[in-house]
């Protein structure tokens, strides 16, 4: 199930990227409250304080091997944005797009680094959160945001319904 975790200061910039997004990958299924994204000051050069994430899960189930391609999308989505100088930070929006699996939820990336493995086009996937004793459990790598359990707990639900939906199409445990 495609995840995408969304993040800005500017609340428009969030309703710009879910209906680009909605439109490319089919209706949301579940949307999180807006968390507040304080663990770390490494975008607020670019993007500004007081940043909000927000999690957009998709109904559409989609190939595991998409998510390259979903992440060159949300950078293009990212790019154009920018580009259109409605805002005055140099990246108004982030787009981070994840795959919840059963056992795992992956993240893309652009960055390189030693668990990460290369998908192609410059585009990386780690593995973010594992699922072990009934609930995600993090890696010495995971970042903060997803360590924190508000955020864990939404992406459990998003694992629910995602068994739920393998469950109906008859792929997986009901």
């Keep these: 199930m495609l ?3 969304a993040f800005s200061r500017h609340p428009e910039a969030l309703a710009w990227a879910e209906e680009q997004l909605r439109a490319k990958y089919g209706p949301i299924l579940l949307t999180s409250p807006d968390f507040d994204f304080h ?5 607020e050069a670019s993007m500004g304080p007081n940043l909000k994430k927000r999690f957009l899960a998709f109904s559409e189930l989609v190939s595991p091997d998409c998510l390259a391609d979903v992440k060159l999308f949300t950078i293009d989505l990212e790019r154009q944005l920018a580009e259109s100088q409605q805002f005055a930070d140099l990246r108004p929006l982030n787009l981070d797009p994840g795959l919840m699996m059963l056992g795992k939820f992956l993240l893309a990336t652009t960055k ?4 990460r493995i ?3 086009d410059g585009i990386f996937a780690e593995v973010t959160l594992r699922f072990a004793d009934g609930a995600f459990a993090v890696w010495p790598w995971t970042y ?4 924190e ?12 319904q995602y068994r739920r939906r393998l469950g109906e ?3 997986g445990p009901q």
């Excluded at 903060?144 to 360590?147: A, H």
């Excluded at 359990?149 to 629910?160: H, I, Q």
């Design 149 to 160: 359990p508000a955020v864990r707990e939404f992406l459990e639900e998003v694992r629910d």
């Design 3 to 5: 995840v995408v975790a």
């Design 144 to 147: 903060r945001d997803y360590q």
């Design 112 to 115: 390189d680094q030693a668990h």
């Design 169 to 171: 199409i008859g792929r």
């Design 39 to 43: 663990q770390t000051a490494y975008y």
């Design 118 to 120: 290369y998908l192609r």
